[in-house]
């Protein structure tokens, strides 16, 4: 069924009728109770995929292969150079870790419907959590490890978890990272209360344990008896996963069941050509959208052996470090960002760390989160000699909206593009009225209604903000929030975020948030945060301070506290480290800051000075200002 055609030939059947390409496609999974109606309309009036149907994902994942005769094949290697460990786990070890674990959960209360934060680094723990949650028909919301306790707060007090999941630690190069006091000062200073915490002790650290509320995860598998999967319906929800948006409030998006569950299995196939019984590897964290589809659920849906990796590429304990576990493991096909291969890349130009690894295995090199700069692509091809696939996509959509559609037939690359729209997205580049730009030009990058299976069904108790940040602007299309352009072939070029969202290490973040925090300071009277390019990170974020009449603080005391303001409420990986005292901010008349003039005064990029501005003389001071920290790009 699922052999037909070209890319052409099924986009094309995908456009002609879109309901009759889902149906068939929804038999990629065993469902049940197959669904009869394919799309249709809830109750906000939001399109769904899927509503009568019936399944459920951890039955998928796990149960199904084992029956299926894949019971003793490894569904998940856990490969861990910070602690110098690994362990695999087969198909039916870990349907009955996951079944145990389940019981475990049930036993705390956790009904379908309930929420578990799973605040872990990358042990097999986590999965094994996620898949837990998946089982009873829990929604999870996995927190990524480097966020810190006010970030665990905020999604505590928006999920209203019943149980919260942890580790005593995380291991970062060189040093362990205490998760326990994070989580017992988020749940004191949030306003809602979990009833439980489970916590795995890891042996490089024991966490303090509060009677009547903290449960050990060996006490709590041990007393318990295996659940089985709970049937739900295509559209319950599977997971809320909190993504940065351009205010302070994170934004949990919504992923269902059932649509998640065929759109996993429909990109292993047409996307990445990964088949049951194949290695794959996302070397990404279980806390990001890339670690939930593609470490997690699309390679044990499609029955293939994952690799959870608990590593760096470079310094655990050198840059040859993402090669190895290709070689050891024998990776087809691995994914990561680009960023990652610039850190090796910087530490082992010639990529002497390569040659000393079997690398015959391995297929293709898969890369997204962050635009792929063409030194990164080039190095990256020579050096291994494999294609390199870039693919644009976002939390929001949990798979690629354009790709190379290698499963249906591989296309020509061209550089700088990641190549063309995924069967399922009608994408449409349109001008600020609306209107669809002829080939070439450049706009903002939308998709038009339905969004396929798979994507965001809502932001998790906030439909208005659902419709106000994505749908409102350009009705009958969901806005992406980047911009970019189609070309004559229909490649699509996806030049970089239009709103206050930057990228840091394949790290998304909200830059409104930073100034949030920044403009907390007595001192300051406004700032603003823009993403400023980094050759390593990608971007980095840079704060432009004006001082309150009379501040007495100097530059370097100020930039210590900012540095430390953002890093204890964001986390490190928000990577604040630089602010510039300037004497105005260059504004509107109607006193919009301009933020995007300034990112590009910083980078060295040729900008017009808008004709809405109060005083031009504010872009050189802002320049000069640059210029003497030496933040200039030139
Ligand atoms: N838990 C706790 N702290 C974490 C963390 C985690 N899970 N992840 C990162 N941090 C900390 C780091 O230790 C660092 O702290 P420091 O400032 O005290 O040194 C800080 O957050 C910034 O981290 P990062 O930006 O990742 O920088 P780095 O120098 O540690 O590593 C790279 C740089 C490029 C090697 C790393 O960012 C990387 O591997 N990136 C790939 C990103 C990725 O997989 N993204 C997912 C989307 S595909
Ligand atoms: P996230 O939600 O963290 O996956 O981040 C999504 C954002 O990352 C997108 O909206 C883009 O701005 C950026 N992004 C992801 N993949 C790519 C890519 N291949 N090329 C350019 N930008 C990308």
């Known amino acids: 069924m699922f052999e037909t055609s070209t890319y052409q030939e099924q986009y094309q059947q995908f456009l002609d009728n879109p309901e009759v390409f889902w149906r068939e496609q929804a038999a990629r999974i065993t469902w049940y109770k197959q669904p009869e109606t394919i799309l249709s309309v809830d109750e906000n009036e939001y399109f769904r995929w899927y509503c009568d149907g019936e399944l459920n994902t951890s039955y998928l994942c ?7 005769g894949r019971g003793d094949q490894p569904a998940l290697i ?4 910070v602690t110098n460990s690994k362990a695999s786990f087969t198909y039916l070890e870990l349907r009955d870790q996951v079944a145990h674990f389940a019981g475990g959960l049930k036993n705390l209360g956790v009904q379908k419907g309930d929420r578990v934060v799973i605040y872990m680094p990358m042990v097999p723990e986590a999965v094994v959590a996620m898949l837990a949650c998946a089982r009873l028909g829990a929604i999870h919301s996995v927190v990524f490890g480097g966020f810190a306790a006010h970030e665990l707060a905020v999604r505590i007090d928006d999920a209203h978890p019943k149980v919260i999941v942890t ?9 362990v990272i205490p998760y326990k006091p994070m989580v017992d000062e988020a ?5 809602y209360k979990p009833s439980h915490v489970v916590l795995i002790q890891r042996p490089q650290c024991q966490a303090d344990m509060q009677d009547g509320r903290d449960v050990d995860w060996q006490d709590l598998m041990a007393s318990a008896e295996p659940a089985q999967p709970v049937a739900v319906k295509g559209t319950d929800p599977l997971y809320i996963l909190y993504t940065s948006g351009t205010t302070g409030k994170p934004k949990g998006v919504v992923r269902d069941n059932g649509g998640h569950a065929v759109a996993m299995c429909y990109s292993m196939d047409v996307v990445y050509n990964i088949k049951a019984g194949d290695v794959y590897w996302a070397a990404s964290d279980v806390g990001w959208v890339v670690g939930h589809s593609y470490i997690v659920y699309a390679p044990l849906l499609t029955g293939c052996t994952t690799i959870l990796y608990e590593g760096k ?5 050198d840059a040859g470090a993402f090669w190895r576990v290709c070689a050891e493991h024998g990776v087809k096909t691995m994914f990561t960002a680009p960023t990652a291969f610039r850190a090796v890349r910087k530490e082992d130009p010639e990529a002497e760390g390569l040659k000393q690894y079997d690398l015959s295995k391995l297929e293709r090199i898969y ?18 000699g494999l294609p390199i696939i870039d693919h644009w996509w976002q939390t929001e959509t949990a798979w690629a909206i354009a790709g190379n559609p290698i499963g249906l037939e591989p296309m020509p690359t061209k550089a700088g593009s990641a190549t063309v729209p995924m069967p399922g997205y009608q994408v449409q580049i349109l001008d600020e009225a609306g209107e669809p730009v002829p080939a070439g030009q450049k706009g903002n990058i939308t998709i038009k209604l339905p969004l396929p299976p798979g994507t965001l069904t809502t932001i998790w108790g906030n439909h208005p903000r659902f419709e106000a940040g994505y749908l409102n602007t350009y009705p009958g299309y969901y806005l992406t929030g980047d911009e970019g352009y189609l070309d004559e072939d229909n490649y699509l070029f996806v030049m970089g975020r239009c709103d206050d969202v930057i990228n840091v290490a394949g790290h998304r973040l909200s830059t409104g948030q930073m100034e949030e925090i920044v403009g907390s300071h007595p001192a300051v009277a406004e700032c603003a945060v823009i993403g400023v390019s ?13 001082l309150k009449d009379g501040a007495e603080v100097s530059a370097e005391e100020l930039g210590q506290r900012l540095k430390q303001m953002v890093r204890s409420q964001i986390g490190a990986v928000g990577c604040y480290d630089q602010s510039l005292i300037v004497q105005r901010l260059p504004k509107t008349r109607s006193g919009k800051i301009l933020r995007r003039t300034m ?4 980078d060295a990029q040729p900008y017009t000075v808008p004709s809405t501005i109060d005083d031009p003389a504010v872009l050189d001071e802002i320049a000069q200002a640059m210029k003497t920290a030496g933040r200039l790009t030139t």
């Open 599 to 602: 990112r590009q005064i910083a």
């Open 313 to 317: 590429p470079v310094k655990t304990p």
């Open 62 to 68: 796990l149960d199904y292969h084992v029956e299926q």
């Open 78 to 81: 856990y490969d861990s150079p």
């Open 534 to 546: 980094d050759a390593l990170k990608g971007q980095l974020p840079l704060g432009l301070v004006v």
């Open 167 to 175: 580790a005593s630690c995380g291991i970062e190069i060189g040093r």
């Open 187 to 191: 749940i004191a200073t949030a306003e």
């Open 367 to 384: 890369l997204a989160g962050e635009r792929l700069d063409p030194p990164t692509y080039e190095w990256l091809k020579e050096k291994t």
